[in-house]
């Protein structure tokens, strides 16, 4: 709760009180573009996620068990990364505009029009391509729970496919696919890549311009409190949409839903259906950056790669296994405690997952500076020495940034590893004269070994593909593999931010690896 509660007091209480000049300058142009970027992402993320959902759940086409999978692909490629190679790939300079040329023999932009590629229809197109497997994942999940006599009965009334899909599967997946529509429009409230190289002043640039440009930290920390707010809007609308809602199954043994086959130009149409989301959201961004990286191998041998590789490990590293020791740590004593208050306090811990990090950037440094500068005072008199400043100074900013940020995810990994272990096993420990801290080594701890490894892991890849609060806590001539892809290409360098680029994707698509296990699992 420190970084919310120091970004409220600061907003409350800032040195130069700027809040008049934004609202009658760049406030409202802000708040204008951030709501149109979230409602329009959110809205393609929910119709090509869903869409695809249905296809791959209630039909068989050519490919359709094995874009079943492909279309989690982008889950491991972060937006900023598509933002930057759909630049590339499109500019006047790129290899489409070049081929149009060559193809017509057009001798300028003068000849010919071509949508500007630096705009907000086009970040919303890169953000929903980056972003619609959160649907996609929800709303596949709710398509294949539903009970198949529902579709049966509809089609002996005379329902079409349409007025299936219309009447009937997307009805019963509303709080799913509702649910990840949540999540997208927060992300994209969020993102800070995309918009910046995409000359898009969202409230989330508007901290970094107003903080690093004019150098007012009151201001910064009042436009974070304007985020937190559309986040907490958000999720109310969302929970508030799903608890007038009621899905019930209707008996215990339900026959699953059976996919129809299409046949002919159909089943294709189809098949290219789905392949486009895959294609503009994996494809394009891995073969773009894969191009630049062969072309110029002598990008991989940088010093500047190896040191934020190396960066990225540690600051990762360290932030997901301090994240995930604390996740076992509370949930287990949780479980022990007697009282009520520690139950009600953990989902608090929960809240920095749903804070932008820019905000929680915010709201870190100012506590961290001034608890530096008063440790580093106390060693001064005590010493004689003057330590500099230790957290400020170093990564251990960006690491409590990654652990408040992820905490929710190793949380709920771990909460629901301790739910699969039987009660009687640590009961059975206990009666045999194990304490509360050998039953957890010696009985949850082989048991939850698996879970706690994949907690560590999604924390792990979260933490390598984190751009804003990174860019603004980490120290001087610190770089890791995101700061590194975005100050390269920020310098329409992208030859240079291919190789960082490839190896975030690369870690990326464990995490993708993870999750399509535990569907294939869940469908099994």
């Given at each position: 709760?420190?970084?919310?509660?120091?970004?409220?007091?600061?907003?409350?209480?800032?040195?130069?009180?700027?809040?008049?000049?934004?609202?009658?300058?760049?406030?409202?142009?802000?708040?204008?573009?951030?709501?149109?970027?979230?409602?329009?992402?959110?809205?393609?993320?929910?119709?090509?996620?869903?869409?695809?959902?249905?296809?791959?759940?209630?039909?068989?086409?050519?490919?359709?068990?094995?874009?079943?999978w492909l279309l989690l692909l982008p889950l491991a490629v972060p937006a900023y990364v598509g933002g930057y190679v759909v630049v590339d790939f499109l500019e006047y300079s790129g290899p489409v505009q070049h081929g149009l040329r060559h193809l017509f023999g057009w001798q300028s932009a003068r000849d010919y029009w071509f949508p500007e590629v630096r705009s907000p229809g086009m970040a919303i197109v890169v953000m929903a391509a980056a972003l619609y497997p959160y649907v996609y994942m929800l709303a596949r999940a709710a398509f294949r729970e539903q009970p198949g006599g529902s579709y049966e009965v509809a089609r002996a009334l005379g329902s079409g496919p349409l007025?299936?899909?219309?009447?009937?599967?997307?009805?019963?997946?509303?709080?799913?696919?509702?649910?990840?529509t949540a999540i997208v429009m927060m992300e994209t409230v969020?993102?800070?890549?995309?918009?910046?190289?995409?000359?898009?002043?969202?409230?989330?640039?508007?901290?970094?311009?107003?903080?690093?440009?004019?150098?007012?930290?009151?201001?910064?920390?009042?436009?974070?409190?304007l985020i937190l707010a559309v986040i907490l809007t958000l999720m109310a609308l969302e929970r508030k949409g799903r608890a007038r809602?009621?899905?019930?199954?209707?008996?215990?043994q339900?026959?699953?839903?059976?996919?129809?086959?299409?046949?002919?130009?159909?089943?294709?149409?189809?098949?290219?259906?789905?392949?486009?989301?895959?294609?503009?959201?994996?494809?394009?961004?891995?073969?773009?950056?894969?191009?630049?990286?062969?072309?110029?191998?002598?990008?991989?041998?940088?010093k500047g790669l190896a040191r934020a590789f190396g960066n990225t490990l540690m600051v990762g590293g360290l932030a997901s296994f301090l994240t995930v020791a604390a996740a076992l740590f509370m949930v287990y004593g949780v479980r022990?405690?007697?009282?009520?208050?520690?139950?009600?306090?953990?989902?608090?811990?929960?809240?920095?997952?749903?804070?932008?990090?820019?905000?929680?950037?915010?709201?870190?440094?100012?506590?961290?500076?001034?608890?530096d500068h008063k440790v580093a005072d106390l060693v001064l008199a005590l010493t004689g020495h003057d330590p500099g400043l230790l957290l400020t100074g170093?990564?251990?900013?960006?690491?409590?940034?990654?652990?408040?940020?992820?905490?929710?995810?190793?949380?709920?990994?771990?909460?629901?590893?301790?739910?699969?272990?039987?009660?009687?096993?640590?009961?059975a420990a206990r009666s045999l004269g194990r304490s509360e801290g050998g039953t957890l080594r010696d009985v949850y701890l082989p048991l939850m070994k698996g879970s706690v490894g994949t907690a560590l892991l999604l924390v792990f890849v979260d933490c390598v593909k984190e751009l804003p609060a990174t860019l603004l806590l980490r120290p001087f001539n610190f770089n890791t593999l995101a700061t590194r892809t975005?100050?390269?290409?920020?310098?329409?360098?992208?030859?240079?931010?291919?190789?960082?680029?490839?190896?975030?994707?690369?870690?990326?698509?464990?995490?993708?690896a993870l999750l399509a296990r535990a569907n294939f699992a869940g469908r099994r």
């Open positions: 709760m420190v970084p919310i509660l120091s970004v409220v007091w600061t907003a409350l209480n800032p040195t130069e009180n700027i809040w008049p000049h934004l609202m009658a300058t760049t406030l409202p142009r802000y708040v204008r573009m951030t709501v149109i970027l979230a409602l329009g992402t959110g809205a393609l993320a929910a119709a090509v996620g869903a869409g695809a959902a249905w296809l791959v759940t209630m039909y068989r086409f050519p490919l359709s068990r094995l874009l079943e007025s299936l899909a219309l009447r009937v599967g997307l009805p019963l997946a509303r709080p799913a696919i509702a649910a990840g969020n993102e800070y890549g995309v918009m910046s190289f995409f000359s898009v002043q969202t409230l989330t640039t508007g901290i970094f311009s107003t903080w690093l440009e004019a150098g007012n930290v009151g201001g910064a920390a009042q436009i974070a409190c809602l009621r899905f019930h199954a209707t008996a215990r339900r026959r699953p839903v059976t996919p129809q086959a299409l046949e002919g130009l159909v089943a294709w149409g189809a098949t290219g259906l789905c392949l486009v989301p895959f294609a503009v959201g994996f494809v394009l961004p891995v073969g773009v950056m894969l191009s630049h990286a062969v072309a110029s191998p002598t990008s991989w041998a940088d022990l405690a007697r009282g009520r208050g520690p139950r009600y306090l953990l989902p608090l811990t929960t809240i920095g997952y749903a804070a932008p990090g820019a905000v929680l950037a915010v709201g870190i440094l100012l506590p961290l500076a001034a608890l170093s990564a251990a900013a960006v690491v409590f940034a990654y652990s408040v940020r992820f905490f929710a995810i190793a949380q709920g990994a771990v909460d629901a590893a301790f739910g699969r272990v039987s009660p009687s096993l640590p009961m975005h100050e390269k290409a920020s310098l329409e360098n992208i030859s240079g931010a291919a190789p960082a680029a490839l190896l975030i994707i690369a870690v990326g698509l464990c995490a993708v």
